[in-house]
């Protein structure tokens, strides 16, 4: 039997007790050899004179000849230390009152038997190659002794290539025996998981992915994020760090946050779900250009960056949206990313009377950010201010501008200052949108259906403004992988059920509420 409970004591703003598990062996029977001093106070080298002293002060204690018997419960908990990052403590609790350990054991069960988001089985994946390739590593020491202290059971599958996890869940895994996916890897292994999550719940409820309007089926599994990538952007837009340990911590006490999945389509044909960032032009060309360095690990977006950088291409197209409610907010509010159940609602309740707004121009980047799109290079993210949950996107439209005026663009990801302040920037909360290529538009006069040759279109400018043009398109960046279509629609759901595990709120509601009623039992 694994008994596990929050508890709040709480001795300053930054602590919070909460305790994860208490396992049999940690209600036992302590038994501490002591020797009286000369000077008659008691000693024990195992506990040092103070804590024998603070004992005897505040414990009847049965003393037998040299023995000092009493009953002791550790209780495990977490406590939060600084930049979001949590780490598990223990506390012990000690008493002569065998009855009264065991009416704290007893009241302990009877509230963690009402946690019923704490996940007891799980279903967990490592990419070994992602990032360092450390995930493996990161699992076996970081992650797995905390799972087996809360007595979660994992059932462990070791990738052995690209899309192992998505086709598994697709397939064959049998999802009923879990409470919960657990990916350990980078941004390319949660979408895996979200993929094959999400295919399997509408394959099992029979909705065509195929049609852009079609309704999706929530998924009934929450998913946690061990990060072990190259920049484990989801992570840390979702827990505020990229620690294995906190994200662990999280999963174990049952934290959960819902999230907006878009829905990528070309025509009539499904393309890819995205969680964080659909980037076109900028970012697109960033990833591009680092699948052709895997080779040099993590260090390839720094060198594709500066490159794509260098090459200031602009890309040419028509983006038509449909704008959301102005009570969902605006992107440069100040206010940070907010999630809560009130956005949901709205989200529901949304009109679709709004009218569809339609941009035209010459774009260095276009970028929809789900979520706030935070790393540790970017600590505010792409749109500071994106909601998690409320089934919207912060569309980001960066015109042709000189290269100083883009560069200084950049520099504001990774500072506090307004990076939408600039003429050349606009920002839009959307609920859908489309983007039509130049040479798409032009092309959709004769046969819409075809996809473009790269080769029979020319550079869209020319004359001496300073730019290279080594395509006249650029790709879309999913989530980090490269969609084969440059004209999509796009739309944006919020999956109520579906979760990752791991958020920034304290459950404190909940560790107050324990607290006292274990107070009122005792
Ligand atoms: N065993 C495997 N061998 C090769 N590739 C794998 C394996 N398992 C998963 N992958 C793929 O590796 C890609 C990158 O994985 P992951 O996101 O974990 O690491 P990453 O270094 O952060 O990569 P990226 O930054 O490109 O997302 C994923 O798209 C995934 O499909």
């Known amino acids: 039997m694994c008994i596990s409970l929050i508890l709040q004591i709480s001795h300053d703003e930054q602590t919070v007790f909460q305790v994860i598990l208490l396992q049999p062996q940690h209600c036992s029977l302590t038994i501490y050899p002591l020797r009286r001093e000369p000077s008659q106070s008691w000693y024990s080298r195992a506990l040092g004179l103070k804590s024998v002293q603070q004992l005897l002060n505040v414990n009847p204690l049965i003393v037998s000849n040299s023995f000092v018997l009493f009953y002791a419960l550790t209780v495990c908990y977490v406590r939060r230390t600084r930049q979001h990052q949590w780490r598990c403590s223990e506390v012990t609790f000690r008493s002569a009152n065998q009855g009264l350990c065991e009416q704290w054991i007893t009241v302990i069960n009877e509230q963690l038997s009402l946690l019923t988001n704490r996940p007891k089985s799980l279903l967990v994946y490592i990419n070994p190659y992602g990032g360092k390739r450390r995930g493996k590593r990161i699992y076996e020491q970081k992650v797995a002794p905390l799972f087996r202290r809360a007595c979660i059971s994992a059932d462990v599958i070791v990738t052995e290539q690209a899309n192992h996890a998505r086709d598994h869940l697709k397939t064959e895994a049998n999802l009923e025996k879990y409470d919960g996916v657990v990916c350990v890897g980078g941004d390319g292994m949660f979408s895996e998981i979200i993929h094959g999550l999400i295919t399997r719940t509408q394959t099992d409820h029979q909705v065509d992915q195929n049609l852009s309007d079609a309704e999706l089926v929530p998924c009934s599994l929450r998913i946690g994020i061990i990060p072990a990538g190259s920049t484990d952007c989801i992570c840390f837009a979702t827990v505020g760090t990229n620690d294995p340990v906190t994200s662990a911590l999280h999963i174990i006490v049952g934290d959960s946050q819902p999230m907006d999945v878009c829905s990528v389509h070309h025509n009539q044909t499904f393309l890819r779900y995205s969680v964080s960032l659909l980037g076109y032009g900028f970012y697109g060309d960033i990833l591009t250009d680092s699948e052709r360095k895997r080779w040099l690990g993590p260090a390839r977006y720094d060198l594709s960056g500066a490159k794509t950088f260098l090459n200031h291409n602009y890309y040419e197209g028509t983006v038509s949206f449909l704008p959301a409610e102005d009570d969902m907010g605006n992107p440069r509010d100040k206010l940070q990313c907010r999630s809560g159940r009130?956005?949901?609602?709205?989200?529901?309740?949304?009109?679709?009377?709004?009218?569809?707004?339609?941009?035209?121009?010459?774009?260095?980047?276009?970028?929809?950010?789900?979520?706030?799109?935070?790393?540790?290079?970017?600590?505010?993210?792409?749109?500071?201010?994106?909601?998690?949950?409320?089934?919207?996107?912060?569309?980001?439209?960066?015109?042709?501008?000189?290269?100083?005026?883009?560069?200084?663009?950049?520099?504001?990801?990774?500072?506090?200052?307004?990076?939408?302040?600039h003429s050349f920037v606009e920002v839009h909360r959307?609920?859908?949108?489309?983007?039509?290529?130049?040479?798409?538009?032009?092309?959709?006069?004769?046969?819409?259906?075809?996809?473009?040759k790269k080769a029979s279109f020319r550079p869209i400018c020319s004359g001496p403004t300073g730019c290279n043009y080594g395509s006249a398109y650029s790709s879309w960046n999913c989530d980090g992988e490269i969609l084969p279509h440059a004209a999509i629609q796009v739309r944006y759901a919020t999956m109520t059920a579906m979760h990752t595990l791991g958020f920034l709120r304290s459950s404190s509601d909940f560790l107050h509420h324990t607290l006292k009623k274990i107070i009122s039992c005792t």
């Not at 040479?439 to 259906?449: A, C, I, Q, T, V």
Request: charged share 30%; aromatic share 6%.
């Open 342 to 421: 009130k956005l949901q609602r709205k989200a529901r309740e949304r009109k679709e009377s709004l009218e569809a707004l339609a941009i035209r121009g010459k774009f260095i980047a276009i970028n929809a950010a789900s979520m706030s799109c935070a790393c540790p290079r970017s600590p505010k993210g792409l749109s500071p201010s994106a909601h998690l949950a409320d089934g919207t996107t912060d569309l980001i439209l960066v015109r042709k501008c000189s290269r100083l005026d883009f560069l200084r663009h950049l520099l504001r990801h990774t500072n506090k200052a307004d990076q939408f302040d």
């Open 430 to 452: 959307v609920r859908k949108f489309r983007f039509q290529p130049r040479h798409y538009e032009l092309l959709s006069l004769e046969d819409l259906s075809e996809p473009p």
